[in-house]
């Protein structure tokens, strides 16, 4: 598997000091001092990392130099990729998109834009869509936090997490569901460690006994796809035992009603026949949880990636809603994934909102918007998701793909039917640092420079925008996205494509967000970021029309597929500490390489027992999409349920249902496993 050994020499800028970039890895958002010199990492000592770094963060710089990256431009003609010029190849793709726009409409182009790169260069994809006619904007939000987005949206009026990393140390309880930051977000870990030194219980909700673990309090193990039964019982405690917030429910809240006839049923005796967790235990989280006075409820994938993600996720907030953890008093952490997943999101880059999360119909913020950009007026139906637009490439609806930095071919549910629709494209455009899986399709494939060798700012998981420097000069023709979008841009004949810097993209996104109108691009490079829109969200009243946060009731959703006698297995996917979603950035990093361990499949040592496989054996995972081999991992996890790192080959097998907010549901199907004579 290892890819890239050799390596390329530090195109270094003259007689340079160290350097602040933002790492380029998980939404934490830690930010590292580079030495132009030497490429060396070290931690920046200041907010958010606070001198830590995982093994991630410290190895970032080293993808940047692999000997696989792309180096010009690149054109197929039949089977074979070809050198091209950049002004060539810019020139064919923009009258291609125009061609099949005058053919087919602006809808039948579609553009992927990346959480990997920056504010300015999501800004500029958006705007460039928008402008060309269409919505079909989105990023891997979609696979990710969007249920968490539709579900904040609905329940306190902004998509986001509501409070600094900071805070988690002062509250007296966090609340991980469905969550491993252990090995996702190893930093905040030390932000938990410190708040239990100052007294914080700690409780972790997840399938199987995960790394997080190893110091909660509690550690509860509940059935994949069952998480509604377990909060909605936790719920009929708190109600039954009279131990919410009263006073907030009744100031702040709307819907308590509702709710407390719904959990009525969901007694902890049910749940625990549902779940597995016992009903003693189901009480005693609940009266901890209440009686904390304040406290943070962290989710992640275990929680989102299901049919029922919105109803998830707006389970969990109603339960930090009825105690009134939220805004001195605790928080909502949906902790983003992508080092600029929040950015991108908030720059506008999903198909069904405008930057800041505004809907596309709110015509006083469209009409602002279109007033920028010089043009009367921007389309106003809702764009396809990520997740859609395969089966409108096979319909023959999309017609032409520009992808920027994602990679589908492996990272989407079901991939095989992504792959057969790739191929089917009359045009697919791929901006990587990398020959991505997804870029091997490409009728043009385009080199991006990396994020140490450009400058841009980037958001985090708690909305702080942060610069990133430029360390070292481009490699090879690659570059930076801004630029390659700017020209883009303009080739299209699109109003207001002459950047020279990237600071006058900053400066015009600046100018959309009334908090930041009155902020320079100067001040956000010296300190330790801007918040947007502020610190602290929901302080004295939420942002819904009135001013209430909505308590919604939610029933338990069964996942789309189930277990039976041919597919006996719930197959989930997770991740691992030195392995990056796709692969494509750390396995080219030769000190994450020694770290890695194998990819296995985690086990129940009886069910192994059960079929005669060993620690160590290969066996085959088949699902009803397709089947994969990999060695196999006999741990902590309980019976019934395996669970394959996603990493690489994961989505040959996963269930491309999709929740409310457009995102599959990678974290459930129906498996079968059986032992293999030879790997
Ligand atoms: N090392 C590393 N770090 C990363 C990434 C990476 O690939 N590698 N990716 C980044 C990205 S893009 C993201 S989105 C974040 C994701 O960060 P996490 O959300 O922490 O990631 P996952 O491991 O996918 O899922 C979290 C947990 O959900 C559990 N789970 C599965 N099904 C269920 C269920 O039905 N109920 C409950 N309660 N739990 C369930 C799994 O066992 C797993 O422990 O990580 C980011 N950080
Ligand atoms: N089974 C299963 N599947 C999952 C998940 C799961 O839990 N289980 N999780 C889902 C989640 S949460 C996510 S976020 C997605 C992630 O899905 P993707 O975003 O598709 O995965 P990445 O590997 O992060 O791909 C990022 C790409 O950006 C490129 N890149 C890096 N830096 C730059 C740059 O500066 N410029 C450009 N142009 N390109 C750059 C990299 O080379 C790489 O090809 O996967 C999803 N898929
Ligand atoms: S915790 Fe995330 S942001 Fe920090 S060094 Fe590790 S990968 Fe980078
Ligand atoms: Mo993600």
Redesign the pocket.
Known sequence: MPKGFFYFAINVLSGDHVKTVVCP???FGCRLLVDPKTMKVKPHRGEPNRGKL?P?GLHATEFVLSGDRLRRPLKRTGDYLKPVSWGRAIEEIASRLLEIRELYGPDAVAFLAS?KVSNEENYLLQKIARLFGTNNIDN?ARL??EASVHALKMAVGTGAQTNPYEDLERFGVILI?????A????VVMDYIRRAKRNGARIIV????K?T?MAFADYGLI??????IVLANALMHVIIHEELYNEEFVKARTTGFSEIKMAVRKYTPEYAEKVTGIPADTIKEVAREFASAGSGAVM?????T??VSGVE?VLAVIDLALLLGYIGKRGGLYP????NN?QGAAYMGALSEFLPGYVLLTDDRFRKRVASLWEVDDLPTERGLYLTELWDAIESGDVRALYIVGENPAVSEANFTRVRKALKKLDLLVVQDVFMSRTAKYAHYVLPASAFCEKDGSYMNSERRIQWSHMVCRPMGDSKPDWEILTMLGKALGLPGFDYSSVEEITAEYFRLFPELEDRSVEELKQGDGIFLPKKRLHTWEFATEDGRARLIAVEQISPWEKPDQEYPFIL??????????TGEMTLRSPSLLKLMGESRVLINPDDARMLEIRDGDWVEIETRRGKIRMRAKLGNIQRGVV?VP??FKANRLTSDALNKAGTPE???SAAKVRKLERG
Request: glycine letters at 10%; hydrophobic letters at 25%.
């Open positions: 890895y998980c939404g995982c991630k959480s891997c990710c936090h569901w469905g969550y491993n930051p090995e996702t977000h190893p909700v997840d399938v199987r995960t997080s509940t059935r994949p796809g069952t998480d989710w992640g994938m275990g929680l990636q299901h998830n902790m983003r994934g992508q997943v989930t996917t997770i991740r691992l500490i030195s392995h990056y979603n669970a996603f990493h990678f974290k459930f």
